[in-house]
């Protein structure tokens, strides 16, 4: 276990302040407002090109907002005296020269602090790259490379931690590995902002939650309220024998029915005690009647489905089917 | 990967001391970054290699061909020039290397490492550009001996050889590795302003290089007024053993050619300050 640890500091925190970034006239992030609380694992969310990474180097002091203000403990990245020790970073693009070996790489971070070889020694076991740590970086395999980024990260052994989808080219193993070193991290008391496209790494890693689509916050919130808050309207799935009546007597009361197999129906625009008391009220005998919760991915798409920069072409699969068929 | 059930029980927070980011520490970082690429170590062996041994292969053809030299070429043989004709060479090497110190880190996306740990971002410049032209600076001015020594002691063939006692031997000598230094700090600069290798080094080559093939072009009263204020013109004066017609002094050219660096290391350094990483 970790010996020494110090008492988690209260204050520190990310705060970003109706932050705006345009390249150009794109708007990459727009009126971005939200904080990082100390102490837990802060998801940042949202699809590909939503501008997670863009805020990531704001709140870096690599790209400068065009308007609002990004502090970490009241002050701004660039008026920190020594950054690596506040710090730790991991961007999604590499940031590491390839014609350089990974110690290397570490040693000359290191200097800029006056952090001496042990510490970069120290760091090489923890991510466990001790056997590539004298090879040229340009030949790591993408996990390899999200090793030596966390290493980077820990050099300094920061209090904030922000890291650009982590899990990113990493094998179950090395998800796992990522997994309980964040919570650890967290536990520590340090402030852990990690962000991620996938809903399902968030749901295994982060307390809470910040989503944005578009360069906008769509929720700022726990991972719970999160699913919770997208399952509201979601539907309610209802079985019964008699399900051709019910489908009758629900379309009556402006609900909208799919009817999902025989004898099984997802009811869309009525809670499960209005459909309850439709059933009696027409007695029909309902089998089953559960209000379907949104998962984790189903509520990000629902968040975010209007956000989302490129839609793919919807492809309609029984019209595949049909021309198979047609074919065959 | 083996390591990872391992390393789980490793030491995330260590006895780190916390000190802050002081332009000494950036220095002794940029000084490890320089010497841990192959193309740097590469770049400046050709370079060395160019300075010292260039000089006493063209003192040795000269005295080859002695006999048969004109009168005109025996009148204008210089044997300081001579002895220093591979910074020609080397000036190449040592500019394109000054351009990829930079562009290498833009290309790679190590700027982003290098600027997150050091935010302020012009220490790096100022790192950069300091250790780079000392160490140029320290290896041209060794090679350059070598080169001038090894060629004088060729030149005795026919007795015209110099030594460094001669005023204008030793300025060329001291000469050629301040020149090649300043230059090496100008290419940075330029590397810093473009942030791409290929435009960098074209750049580099077409104010050395070009330029001075485009003013030979020009009317002969034209460019004699352009002549002096040339970067090539003015900085080689000070390594030259010969004074050509429509030049500035040794020195003066030289102070010239540092105004230059000066300035397009003043423009990369607001430009690096404000642009995005």
């Given at each position: 276990m970790v010996i020494g640890m110090s008492a988690p500091d209260t204050d520190r925190m990310i705060t970003v302040e109706n932050v705006t970034k345009r390249y150009g006239d794109k708007v990459a992030v727009d009126d971005l407002s939200f904080e990082v609380k100390p102490g837990i694992v802060t998801g940042f969310l949202g699809p590909n090109g939503a501008g997670k990474s863009t805020t990531m180097r704001l709140i870096l002091g690599l790209d400068a907002p065009t308007a609002g203000t990004v502090t970490l403990d009241g002050r701004k990245y660039q008026d920190l005296p020594a950054p690596l020790h506040e710090v730790g970073a991991m961007l999604e693009a590499r940031a590491i020269h390839t014609g350089r070996s990974a110690y290397n790489h570490l040693l000359a971070l290191a200097q800029t602090h006056g952090i001496g070889r042990s510490r970069v020694n120290e760091v090489i076991d923890l991510v466990g790259i001790q056997a590539v740590?004298?090879?040229?970086?340009?030949?790591?395999s993408l996990g390899m490379g999200q090793r030596l980024g966390v290493a980077a990260a820990l050099l300094g052994d920061p209090r904030v931690l922000i890291l650009d989808?982590?899990?990113?080219?990493?094998d179950p193993e090395g998800i796992l590995w990522i997994r309980t070193l964040l919570k650890r991290l967290a536990k520590d008391g340090r402030t852990v902002f990690l962000s991620s496209h996938l809903m399902s790494e968030m749901a295994q890693t982060a307390d809470h939650l910040v989503v944005i689509g578009r360069g906008r916050l769509i929720a700022d919130t726990t991972v719970e309220d999160f699913v919770h808050r997208a399952s509201t309207g979601a539907a309610v799935r209802v079985v019964s024998e008699q399900a051709t009546a019910l489908r009758d007597a629900l379309a009556a009361h402006d609900a909208r029915v799919?009817?999902?197999?025989?004898g099984v129906l997802e009811v869309h625009g009525l809670t499960g005690r209005q459909i309850g008391e439709i059933a009696l009220a027409e007695q029909i005998v309902l089998a089953e009647l559960t209000p379907l919760q949104a998962s984790l991915e189903q509520a990000f798409m629902q968040l975010t489905g209007e956000t989302v920069e490129y839609h793919a072409a919807s492809t309609d699969s029984d019209d595949d089917n049909t021309t198979l068929r047609a074919a065959a | 990967m083996s390591a990872t059930s391992a390393t789980l029980d490793a030491p995330v927070r260590a006895t780190v001391t916390r000190e802050r980011v002081t332009q000494a520490r950036v220095i002794r970082s940029e000084w490890t970054k320089l010497w841990s690429l192959r193309s740097t170590r590469w770049t400046l062996l050709v370079a060395i290699l160019g300075m010292a041994g260039l000089g006493p292969l063209i003192a040795t053809v000269q005295m080859n061909r002695w006999n048969h030299m004109g009168l005109g070429d025996r009148l204008h043989f210089n044997p300081i020039n001579t002895g220093l004709g591979g910074y020609h060479f080397a000036q190449l090497a040592i500019g394109v290397l000054g351009v990829l110190v930079l562009t290498g880190e833009y290309s790679t996306g190590q700027i982003r490492s290098t600027f997150m740990a050091v935010p302020k971002r012009l220490p790096v410049l100022w790192a950069k550009a300091g250790t780079f032209a000392a160490v140029t600076f320290a290896l041209m001015l060794i090679s350059g001996l070598i080169a001038f020594l090894a060629s004088q002691s060729i030149l005795t063939q026919h007795h015209v050889q110099t030594t460094l006692d001669h005023a204008p031997a030793l300025r060329s000598w001291v000469g050629a590795a301040l020149y090649l230094a300043v230059l090496s700090v100008l290419a940075l600069s330029l590397g810093a302003i473009v942030r791409n290798t290929a435009g960098g080094i074209a750049l580099f080559a077409g104010l050395l290089f070009v330029i001075p093939g485009l003013a030979a072009i020009l009317p002969t009263s034209t460019q004699n007024a352009i002549n002096p204020y040339l970067p090539s013109v003015a900085g080689t004066g000070i390594l030259s053993g010969t004074r050509d017609a429509y030049t500035f002094s040794p020195w003066g050219g030289f102070a010239l050619f540092c105004g230059y660096t000066v300035l397009a290391l003043v423009v990369a350094a607001v430009l690096m300050r404000r642009r995005d990483a």
């Open positions: 740590a004298r090879k040229r970086v340009g030949g790591f989808e982590p899990a990113n080219g990493l799919d009817n999902v197999e025989r | -």
